[in-house]
């Protein structure tokens, strides 16, 4: 059975792996396996952030996002948001251990400079610092809220992201908790949160100790599916090794693209496990809306 | 030289359309747009249709008209968080129920896009964007070269959307438009109590683009809201022109320049 292609429909997302898989912290949920010392991925440079964001544009790229790893261990993470900026709106995913005072003062400034938004995406577990840091690590949870702490106090509102680890139902209490501790202890008076699903991939996968026995994704399932929510149909990351179709699938060889946007293949077969992950979960790092039922479908795409 | 109206997410705030229209008809307009969403948010959905019929307004349609028109379970707006997700439910029940048969049989003949051709310019309406009925396009979220794209996807030198509630303008290193018309049904999240709507004037192949405030009587809106048992929230809203709900798809710069 063949499995089935998606085409690149339009560049939406732009992410680049600015830090490769080099992380501060070992989650016990991450979804790539970053970590310290983790170099299956290395550092990108700003030069190689400006000539992609070059043909981005001319794609007509939407948004960026900036992952790892742990971007703020790069130490031209801040050119290179700026250098961003300036092409588009930019999301910066972190774990907001590494957020000193003159590193929040130089991402509020930063951000006022642009007319493009800039968002922090910090990730947190659990309201409660026990909880957190048994994923997250030691000490973690005070670091975190004091790095909020400080990027509210200049003026930023960073999105906190919580993987979801607790039955649906306690979900309005969880919210509770979190927006008493944000503005206790981080004075965010107002806090924006977003509830991720887990997803089964990576050191989750372990963690749960889940069998692999997710389907695959057929032809059949995508009939009447609308493809736009697959990462693969409007997104692309760039590597220090390449170009690579989604941020989930960064281990897997035969994802590799290509060495550039510019030469990188347009489609991709969605052979892995991982692919029926995201036609479960959906688009779960960006915000594309869901398809109109009914609605006209638009005209053919016009030639640029 | 051609001069339109264009305005969108009417909201069921009847007494903003009136307001609009009244003053539409002193400014020596060509032709009136509505980018639809019609209904949501305020009260009594049926008194807008009369106001738009009677104008002469040009009408497409807006992802809550589509899902009353087809009879959908939700509004199709794509929120995420949940509080939003029961303020929309809220509002989408009440909407529903209350437009007539006769209405959402109209709203169902509506176009979702119109292709115009004013003084030599392609002019695109839509209500989200050209590629989806409920995509948002913010100010702050909307890249020089997507919108390039997006003119290019809609072939158009101008292009006219609303849905997001918040009105901007930009011109594009080409020398295309995008304007998002913002909404007459709220107020754009600024503490003020006015909507808005756009004037578009094209002369030699030239656009300009300006917005018009739209002063209302703000607190019989509330009272009627208060009539018919619409939530606190939505009226403190129209009262203080702050948002208090959906705040989850802002982006950033739209979302800190409000109060919650
Ligand atoms: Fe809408």
């Known amino acids: 059975m063949n499995p089935p292609r998606v085409q690149l429909s339009h560049l939406d997302n732009l992410w680049f792996q600015v830090t490769g898989t080099l992380c501060n912290l070992a989650c016990t949920h991450c979804f790539n396996g970053s970590g310290p010392g983790v170099r299956t991925f290395d550092f990108l440079s700003p030069a190689d952030v400006r000539r992609e964001l070059g043909h981005a544009a001319r794609l007509g790229v939407r948004e960026i996002f900036f992952t790892g790893g742990e971007p703020f261990l790069h130490p031209a993470l801040l050119e290179m948001l700026a250098d961003s900026l300036r092409v588009a709106p930019v999301t910066v995913l972190t774990n907001a251990t590494l957020l000193p005072e003159r590193i929040a003062v130089r991402l509020a400034e930063i951000e006022r400079a642009s007319s493009y938004s800039l968002e922090i995406r910090v990730s947190l577990d659990s309201p409660n610092e026990t909880a957190n840091d048994a994923i997250r690590g030691a000490g973690v949870f005070s670091r975190v809220l004091a790095s909020i702490e400080r990027l509210c106090r200049h003026g930023l509102l960073p999105l906190v992201t919580v993987v979801r680890n607790w039955p649906l139902e306690d979900e309005p209490e969880i919210l509770a908790s979190f927006t008493r501790l944000l503005s206790d202890r981080a004075g965010y008076h107002r806090p924006r949160l977003k509830f991720l699903p887990a997803l089964p991939l990576g050191r989750e996968l372990v963690r749960i100790g889940a069998l692999h026995d997710e389907p695959f994704v057929t032809e059949e399932m995508l009939g009447g599916f609308d493809s736009d929510l697959l990462m693969c149909s409007n997104s692309r990351v760039v590597t220090d090794r390449g170009v690579w179709v989604c941020p989930l699938l960064v281990e897997m060889p035969d994802a590799r693209l290509g060495s550039h946007l510019a030469d990188a293949a347009p489609s991709y077969a969605l052979r892995h496990r991982a692919c029926y992950t995201c036609y479960e979960f959906g688009v779960f790092c960006s915000n594309v809306s869901p398809a109109i039922e009914g609605a006209t479908p638009p005209a053919a795409p016009g030639e640029p | ?260």
Not at chain 2, 27 to 51: H, K, Q, S, T, W
Not at chain 2, 61 to 88: E, I, K, V, W
Not at chain 2, 148 to 169: M, N, P, Q, S
């Open chain 2, 1 to 260: 030289m051609r001069r339109l109206a264009i305005f969108g997410g009417i909201y069921s705030n009847h007494l903003a359309l009136a307001a609009a229209l009244a003053d539409v008809a002193r400014r020596n307009v060509d032709a009136i747009y509505c980018l639809g969403d019609l209904g949501a948010f305020g009260p009594a959905p049926d008194r807008v249709f009369p106001l738009l019929r009677d104008s002469g307004v040009v009408t497409i349609q807006g992802n809550y008209d589509n899902s009353l028109a087809l009879g959908l379970p939700d509004c199709q707006c794509g929120y995420t968080d949940p509080r939003d997700n029961s303020f929309a439910r809220l509002s989408y029940d009440y909407t529903f129920r209350r437009t007539s048969p006769k209405n959402k049989a109209w709203l169902a003949t509506l176009p979702a896009s119109l292709h115009l051709e004013i003084e030599d310019l392609r002019v695109a309406l839509f209500h989200g964007s050209p590629r989806k009925m409920n995509e948002f396009l913010w100010e702050s979220a909307c890249s020089d070269a997507f919108l390039e794209y997006l003119l290019d996807f809609a072939r158009a030198d101008v292009l006219c959307v609303t849905h997001t509630g918040i009105k901007w303008h930009r011109a594009l290193p080409s020398g295309r438009h995008v304007v998002n018309v913002g909404a007459l049904g709220r107020p754009e999240n600024d503490g003020g109590t006015n909507v808005w709507y756009a004037l578009l004037t094209f002369a030699n192949r030239f656009l300009s683009v300006e917005f018009i405030p739209v002063v209302y009587d703000y607190h019989a809106l509330a009272a009627e809201m208060q009539g018919e048992h619409l939530p606190d929230e939505f009226i403190e809203t129209i009262l203080t022109g702050w948002w208090t709900t959906c705040l989850e798809i802002l982006p950033h710069k739209e979302r800190a320049r409000g109060r919650f």
